[in-house]
Protein backbone atom coordinates (compact mmCIF):
# COMPACT_ATOMS: atom_id res chain seq x y z
CA UNK A 1 0.00 0.00 0.00
CA UNK A 2 1.31 3.26 -0.91
CA UNK A 3 0.84 5.66 1.87
CA UNK A 4 0.39 9.81 0.94
CA UNK A 5 3.89 11.17 2.72
CA UNK A 6 2.11 13.45 4.62
CA UNK A 7 0.51 9.90 6.37
CA UNK A 8 1.05 9.70 9.87
CA UNK A 9 4.40 7.34 10.17
CA UNK A 10 4.03 3.87 11.63
CA UNK A 11 5.62 3.43 14.78
CA UNK A 12 8.85 2.09 14.60
CA UNK A 13 9.98 3.05 17.88
CA UNK A 14 8.86 2.84 21.56
CA UNK A 15 10.26 4.77 24.62
CA UNK A 16 8.75 4.13 27.71
CA UNK A 17 9.11 6.96 30.40
CA UNK A 18 8.45 7.37 34.19
CA UNK A 19 9.70 7.48 37.62
CA UNK A 20 12.04 4.54 38.81
CA UNK A 21 10.98 1.72 39.50
CA UNK A 22 7.92 2.44 37.18
CA UNK A 23 8.69 -1.24 35.51
CA UNK A 24 10.56 0.64 32.16
CA UNK A 25 13.13 -1.78 31.83
CA UNK A 26 11.01 -5.14 32.42
CA UNK A 27 8.39 -3.76 30.81
CA UNK A 28 10.89 -2.57 27.48
CA UNK A 29 12.34 -6.01 27.88
CA UNK A 30 9.20 -7.99 27.26
CA UNK A 31 7.75 -5.69 24.91
CA UNK A 32 10.64 -5.96 22.62
CA UNK A 33 10.40 -9.47 22.77
CA UNK A 34 7.10 -10.00 21.89
CA UNK A 35 7.74 -7.19 18.96
CA UNK A 36 10.61 -9.29 17.51
CA UNK A 37 12.62 -5.46 18.39
CA UNK A 38 15.67 -4.50 20.57
CA UNK A 39 15.20 -3.36 23.74
CA UNK A 40 17.90 -0.81 25.04
CA UNK A 41 18.51 0.68 28.59
CA UNK A 42 19.75 3.45 27.87
CA UNK A 43 21.57 3.57 31.16
CA UNK A 44 22.88 0.20 30.17
CA UNK A 45 24.34 1.80 26.78
CA UNK A 46 25.71 4.85 28.28
CA UNK A 47 27.45 2.72 30.83
CA UNK A 48 29.20 0.68 27.84
CA UNK A 49 30.27 3.84 26.05
CA UNK A 50 31.63 5.45 28.94
CA UNK A 51 33.44 2.37 30.76
CA UNK A 52 32.36 3.74 33.63
CA UNK A 53 29.03 3.50 35.42
CA UNK A 54 26.12 5.96 36.34
CA UNK A 55 27.16 6.23 39.48
CA UNK A 56 31.43 6.87 38.69
CA UNK A 57 29.52 9.37 35.77
CA UNK A 58 27.62 11.52 37.81
CA UNK A 59 30.72 11.14 40.51
CA UNK A 60 33.28 12.31 38.08
CA UNK A 61 31.22 14.66 35.89
CA UNK A 62 28.51 15.62 37.72
CA UNK A 63 24.55 15.62 36.26
CA UNK A 64 25.41 18.00 33.02
CA UNK A 65 28.00 15.31 31.91
CA UNK A 66 25.86 12.47 32.02
CA UNK A 67 22.88 14.73 30.48
CA UNK A 68 24.93 15.40 27.69
CA UNK A 69 26.03 11.57 27.60
CA UNK A 70 22.76 11.00 27.67
CA UNK A 71 21.63 13.29 24.47
CA UNK A 72 24.90 11.47 22.53
CA UNK A 73 23.30 7.77 23.17
CA UNK A 74 19.73 9.13 22.23
CA UNK A 75 21.11 10.15 19.12
CA UNK A 76 22.40 7.26 18.49
CA UNK A 77 18.93 5.31 19.06
CA UNK A 78 17.34 8.10 16.91
CA UNK A 79 19.45 5.87 13.78
CA UNK A 80 17.78 3.01 14.60
CA UNK A 81 14.28 1.20 14.05
CA UNK A 82 12.77 -1.67 15.68
CA UNK A 83 13.93 -0.72 19.09
CA UNK A 84 11.87 -0.17 22.42
CA UNK A 85 14.11 2.24 24.48
CA UNK A 86 13.62 2.75 28.54
CA UNK A 87 15.67 5.54 29.86
CA UNK A 88 16.62 7.09 33.05
CA UNK A 89 13.31 8.58 35.09
CA UNK A 90 14.98 12.11 34.21
CA UNK A 91 15.37 11.48 30.36
CA UNK A 92 11.88 12.76 29.83
CA UNK A 93 13.12 16.39 31.14
CA UNK A 94 15.39 17.21 28.49
CA UNK A 95 12.63 18.87 26.27
CA UNK A 96 14.87 18.38 23.29
CA UNK A 97 15.27 14.17 23.54
CA UNK A 98 11.63 13.27 22.73
CA UNK A 99 11.22 15.09 19.44
CA UNK A 100 15.25 13.87 18.77
CA UNK A 101 13.81 10.39 18.42
CA UNK A 102 11.46 11.59 15.10
CA UNK A 103 7.98 10.94 13.66
CA UNK A 104 7.38 7.14 14.28
CA UNK A 105 8.17 7.09 17.89
CA UNK A 106 5.60 6.23 20.48
CA UNK A 107 6.04 7.71 24.19
CA UNK A 108 4.42 6.04 27.05
CA UNK A 109 4.44 7.08 30.94
CA UNK A 110 4.84 4.52 32.96
CA UNK A 111 2.61 5.98 36.20
CA UNK A 112 3.64 4.60 39.29
CA UNK A 113 2.81 5.73 42.70
CA UNK A 114 5.36 7.25 44.85
CA UNK A 115 4.46 4.39 47.58
CA UNK A 116 4.56 1.97 45.12
CA UNK A 117 7.87 2.95 43.53
CA UNK A 118 9.34 2.86 47.08
CA UNK A 119 8.05 -0.48 48.05
CA UNK A 120 9.57 -2.02 45.00
CA UNK A 121 12.93 0.16 45.32
CA UNK A 122 13.17 -1.37 48.85
CA UNK A 123 13.71 -5.28 47.32
CA UNK A 124 16.89 -3.86 45.83
CA UNK A 125 18.58 -2.09 48.69
CA UNK A 126 21.66 0.23 47.78
CA UNK A 127 20.49 0.70 44.14
CA UNK A 128 18.75 4.03 44.54
CA UNK A 129 20.82 6.61 46.15
CA UNK A 130 17.49 9.00 46.23
CA UNK A 131 16.15 6.36 48.56
CA UNK A 132 18.85 6.48 51.10
CA UNK A 133 17.46 9.21 52.82
CA UNK A 134 15.52 9.92 55.67
CA UNK A 135 12.35 10.16 53.97
CA UNK A 136 12.73 8.31 51.13
CA UNK A 137 8.95 8.41 50.16
CA UNK A 138 8.77 12.62 50.59
CA UNK A 139 11.80 12.45 47.83
CA UNK A 140 10.15 10.70 45.02
CA UNK A 141 6.93 12.66 45.82
CA UNK A 142 8.93 15.89 45.36
CA UNK A 143 10.66 14.40 42.44
CA UNK A 144 7.59 13.18 40.38
CA UNK A 145 5.68 16.52 41.44
CA UNK A 146 8.83 18.14 39.39
CA UNK A 147 8.56 15.96 36.85
CA UNK A 148 5.35 15.22 35.93
CA UNK A 149 4.61 17.93 33.76
CA UNK A 150 7.32 16.37 31.48
CA UNK A 151 6.22 13.11 31.95
CA UNK A 152 2.54 14.19 30.63
CA UNK A 153 4.25 14.95 26.97
CA UNK A 154 3.73 11.72 26.57
CA UNK A 155 1.48 9.92 23.92
CA UNK A 156 0.02 7.40 26.38
CA UNK A 157 -0.28 7.01 30.63
CA UNK A 158 -0.80 3.77 31.32
CA UNK A 159 -1.05 3.05 35.69
CA UNK A 160 2.04 0.40 36.73
CA UNK A 161 0.36 0.08 40.72
CA UNK A 162 -0.89 -3.59 40.84
CA UNK A 163 -0.36 -4.13 37.31
CA UNK A 164 1.97 -6.89 35.86
CA UNK A 165 4.92 -6.93 33.20
CA UNK A 166 3.05 -8.86 30.82
CA UNK A 167 -0.32 -7.17 31.32
CA UNK A 168 2.06 -3.30 30.62
CA UNK A 169 3.36 -5.18 27.69
CA UNK A 170 0.39 -6.47 26.32
CA UNK A 171 -1.36 -2.61 26.53
CA UNK A 172 1.57 -1.15 24.71
CA UNK A 173 1.53 -3.10 22.41
CA UNK A 174 -2.54 -3.46 21.94
CA UNK A 175 -1.85 0.86 21.52
CA UNK A 176 1.14 -0.15 18.46
CA UNK A 177 -1.29 -2.60 16.70
CA UNK A 178 -4.53 0.45 17.09
CA UNK A 179 -2.13 2.49 15.93
CA UNK A 180 -1.12 0.48 12.83
CA UNK A 181 -5.00 0.17 12.11
CA UNK A 182 -6.07 3.40 12.68
CA UNK A 183 -7.82 5.08 9.65
CA UNK A 184 -6.05 8.45 10.47
CA UNK A 185 -2.60 6.55 9.80
CA UNK A 186 -4.02 6.54 6.54
CA UNK A 187 -5.43 9.80 5.91
CA UNK A 188 -2.25 11.49 7.35
CA UNK A 189 -3.77 12.63 10.86
CA UNK A 190 -1.94 11.44 13.67
CA UNK A 191 -3.70 10.37 16.55
CA UNK A 192 -1.35 12.01 18.93
CA UNK A 193 0.97 14.41 18.20
CA UNK A 194 4.24 13.11 16.71
Known amino acids: MNLPSHAAPPIHRVVLVGMMCSGKSAVGAELARRLGWTHLDLDREIERAAGRTVREIFAAEGEAGFRRMEADATARVAERDRVVLSPGGGWITNPRLLPALGPGTLC ?8 EAVRRAAAAPGERPLLAGSDPLGAVRRLLAEREPDYARAHVALPTDGRSVAELADEVHNVIRAR ?7 RGESPWND
Open 180 to 186: ASSPDAT
Open 108 to 115: VWLRVSPE
